[in-house]
């Protein structure tokens, strides 16, 4: 399968607040979210942040990324937890993994 389009999820460095997005650029995505956090814009994930990626699928096609994103953002906050652990139990920065 060739990925184009990713959901993703960010944190801030005490893991109190996620952020759920979509990208078919998940490089240029986080990087923004830094960049965002850095110069204090007024975005959820800037004010928050929210730039620490923890976990992160692929996917073919935008539908079926959006389809996931929209799942996930209705999740309880438990459940987007345990979602998160099964693949990074110790919420350690994926963001070298991704550059």
């Not at 996620?18 to 004010?47: C, L, M, P, W």
């Not at 979602?83 to 993994?97: Q, R």
């Amino acid at each position: 399968m060739f990925t184009n389009f990713y959901i993703y999820i960010t944190t801030n460095q005490y893991r109190t607040t996620v952020y759920i997005g979509v990208t078919n650029n998940i490089q240029r995505r986080i990087g923004q979210h830094y960049f965002d956090s850095q110069n204090e814009k007024k975005s959820f994930a800037g004010k928050y942040n929210c730039y620490e990626l923890v976990y992160y699928e692929g996917f073919q096609y935008a539908k079926d990324a959006i389809t996931r994103e929209k799942q996930l953002k209705r999740w309880s906050r438990q459940k987007k937890n345990q979602l998160i652990e099964t693949v990074n139990p110790k919420w350690e920065s994926l963001n070298n993994e991704v550059f």
